[in-house]
């Protein structure tokens, strides 16, 4: 019994397998740290989407040279391993053509670089931070923490906003005031709650804009520059601010007024109050019968 389960390990087959076994495990081994290293080499000179796809790259190939050792020292022949791969390719080229163009469209990406990991892009009505950029797709974490995934194909064909790839953004505010309001106070209010507030830049300076006449309101447009990453911030501190300080002023943000104006032959209109239990013209009183 023990000859024979000594024979058997023996084994050519036994083994071989071992090896096998052992050089698959010292792959996945040697692939992780030289994925490691090689992108802690390249990050020092190239942005860092670069540095993980060449981790990427370096990892799937470690560990495909010990695969096929693997294979060969469990005595597959490599010339017909190649020949599989390569009709496997042709079938898989003909039945994925998606996939081959979201790969194609990934190099693009990857050569223009519109955009890298940490930027927040807005894609169609998606607005989200990069994750990742592979090749078929790009990967989004939304504001409220969800998951997006956008074939590459779609970013190539739509029009994609970087939001974060400047380190400036304006914030341009619509306001409308009343029409009695004087357009040079209104400016100063402006300028002094933009100057008061610590997130808005200096230079770029504020600008101030009368757009036009509005149905009920003059309308303006006032342009604050402030970093990107305290743009949120001054947007919302901004609004309260500038609301506030014209209650202070005494400055009117109007809504919508109509007027009706029936020409200046025509009296005015009469208005009478008809209360709830007196008959309308339409309604005879409660106490006489409707005529036949």
């Known amino acids: 019994m023990f000859d024979a389960l000594l024979n058997f390990i023996q084994s050519d087959s036994v083994v071989n397998g071992l090896q096998a076994l052992l050089l698959i495990v010292a792959g996945f081994l040697l692939a992780r740290y030289a994925a490691k290293a090689a992108e802690k080499i390249i990050s020092n000179n190239f942005s860092r989407h670069h540095a993980i796809l060449f981790r990427r790259i370096v ?101 994609v906003t970087n939001m974060t790839r400047f380190p400036i953004r304006r914030f341009d505010l619509q306001l409308g005031v009343a029409y009695k309001e004087n357009i040079a106070h209104v400016r100063d209010v402006l300028f002094e709650v933009a100057e008061r507030n610590p997130l808005s830049l200096d230079e770029p300076a504020p600008a101030f804009l009368f757009t036009g006449f509005g149905d009920s309101a003059l309308t303006l447009q006032f342009s604050v520059w402030s970093s990107t990453a305290n743009f949120r911030a001054l947007r919302n501190s901004l609004q309260e601010e500038i609301k506030l300080a014209f209650d202070a002023a005494g400055i009117e943000i109007p809504f919508p007024h109509r007027t009706l104006y029936a020409g200046s032959e025509t009296p005015p209109f009469p208005v009478r109050i008809v209360a709830d239990n007196e008959p309308t013209a339409t309604q005879p009183p409660p106490n006489k019968p409707a005529a036949s």
């Open 59 to 159: 990892y799937w190939l470690v560990l495909a040279l010990f695969a096929t050792s693997a294979l060969h020292q469990l005595g597959f022949s490599l010339g017909v391993l190649l020949g599989a791969a390569g009709v496997l390719s042709v079938a898989i080229g003909f039945a994925s053509q998606t996939s081959a163009s979201n790969l194609i469209s990934g190099l693009f990406l990857i050569g223009e670089q519109p955009f890298q990991i940490g930027d927040t892009i807005k894609v169609g009505s998606t607005i989200g931070e990069v994750l990742s950029i592979d090749l078929l797709s790009v990967k989004l974490r939304t504001f409220d923490n969800l998951f997006v995934r956008i074939p590459n194909e779609s970013l190539i064909k739509s029009e």
